[in-house]
């Protein structure tokens, strides 16, 4: 019998925190300092809670925190003692710069770039091809009044674009950039 038994019953997100080495989050937090003014919020507590409000699905904090209240006790594989508040996680997505998660993303980008499928089922004659997108992500109007500029037609475009550069042969985003919405995509592929 040869199966492979090494992530039998696991949850989804335990497999996931399996191959994220702690070693590199705490790397990272050391070099960016972010973890200098959390006590209980480090930063590879707030990875672990916004890769599990990802995976749930939550709209808000408030709705992942009643997640979390839920399901206290019933989640010790995350390796966690507690969750953090409502309060502590707004607070640590304020003041935390992207610049760390996105440091993360590219040194694990480069840990599994070799498992990544470099064949693909399309033979393509151009080896290096790269796929650029851009989505807007439009705010609330209402609630956010200063958002945006104001063009001679009265419609805002407030909000922010994320502009995505996709390698063809990994079909993972290898560079990720913020915007504001008015944003042309010319000046991203400068």
Same mark, same amino acid.
């Given at each position: 019998m040869n199966k492979s038994t090494h992530f039998s019953g696991h949850p989804i997100i335990k497999q996931l925190? %399996? #191959?994220?080495?702690?070693?590199?989050?705490?790397?990272t937090a050391r070099s960016f300092d972010s973890d200098r003014y959390y006590k209980t919020c480090r930063t590879y507590v707030h990875l672990i809670s916004m890769l599990y409000a990802a995976i749930s699905g939550v709209s808000s904090l408030r709705?992942?925190?009643?997640?979390?209240?839920?399901?206290?006790?019933?989640?010790?594989?995350?390796?966690?003692? %507690?969750?953090?508040?409502?309060?502590? #996680?707004?607070? =640590? %997505?304020? %003041?935390?710069?992207?610049?760390v998660f996105a440091t993360i993303y590219y040194e694990l980008l480069d840990k599994y770039a070799r498992f990544l499928s470099d064949s693909s089922s399309l033979r393509l004659r151009v080896k290096h091809l790269k796929i650029v997108d851009s989505t807007t992500i439009s705010l609330f109007s209402d609630i956010l009044k200063g958002v945006g500029r104001e063009p001679v037609n009265g419609k805002k475009k407030g909000g922010i674009k994320m502009h995505t550069m996709i390698n063809t042969m990994e079909d993972v985003p290898c560079l990720?950039?913020?915007?504001?919405? =008015?944003?042309?995509?010319?000046?991203?592929?400068?």
């Open positions: 925190l %399996n #191959l994220i080495p702690t070693h590199i989050v705490t790397r709705e992942f925190s009643t997640v979390m209240l839920a399901c206290e006790g019933k989640l010790s594989h995350l390796g966690l003692a %507690n969750f953090p508040k409502r309060s502590t #996680l707004s607070d =640590a %997505n304020a %003041n935390r710069t992207d610049e990720i950039r913020f915007s504001s919405a =008015a944003t042309h995509d010319h000046t991203f592929l400068k």
